[in-house]
């Protein structure tokens, strides 16, 4: 049976509609930048997305060709995630997504190297037609952030980051947004299948302890 870090993992992926604190180890993905609102017509972000699952799945499907990848094991590839930020604003302002910047990602394997992503990249040209290199190798180190499940339209996001902020003033510590530590998202739903009220979004902030 193919591994699954959604159940795996649970704490990272299917956390509880609560507030919690958690530590995130450092982890590697496949990322592409960009700017723009996410659901303007031929955005920048809905561009990206065919070009990581394009990498995310020749790599998954490395194992039928000539190149093994050493430690490989089958898995599921995990879900779309995004790191979302408007300059001089701490975390995100829904009302104005013409100013986002992003990095739209998918996690990979810790077996996957520098060297099997590049071996990707141009495999992925070379059988697609289309150029993939837009697509990074991307480690990311969260440490200590406050995470909570969103249940319902992206849009309504804010009430739950309110309902995150409170809960870690209650704890003792305070946000520690930079341009290394950024608001994140974890996209469990795909909202082309799932109906709005239903998305299920982890949304995850850095947090330091209050001195």
């Given at each position: ?68 990848i050493k430690g490989y094991f089958d898995y599921v590839v995990p879900p779309l995630e995004g790191l979302w930020w408007q300059e001089g604003i701490d975390g995100v302002d829904h009302d104005h997504k013409e100013k986002f910047n992003f990095i739209s990602m998918i996690r990979l394997p810790d077996f996957v190297t520098k060297d099997d992503h590049e ?93």
């Open positions: 049976m193919a591994f699954d870090y959604k159940k795996e993992y649970k704490e990272f992926y299917l956390p509880k509609n609560q507030p919690m604190i958690i530590d995130i180890p450092k982890m590697n993905y496949l990322a592409v930048r960009g700017k723009g609102d996410p659901n303007a017509e031929d955005s920048e972000y809905y561009k990206s997305i065919p070009l990581l699952y394009g990498i995310a799945y020749t790599l998954k499907m490395s194992k039928k060709t000539d190149h093994q071996w990707a990249i141009k495999q992925a040209n070379k059988k697609k037609q289309i150029d993939h290199s837009k697509v990074e190798f991307f480690t990311y180190d969260e440490k200590t952030c406050v995470q909570c499940m969103h249940i319902g339209p992206y849009d309504d996001e804010p009430y739950t980051v309110e309902l995150m902020h409170k809960f870690i003033a209650e704890k003792g510590y305070v946000l520690d947004f930079s341009d290394q530590r950024l608001h994140h998202e974890i996209y469990i739903s795909d909202p082309r299948r799932c109906d709005q009220s239903k998305l299920k979004t982890v949304i995850r902030h850095p947090i330091k302890i209050k001195f």
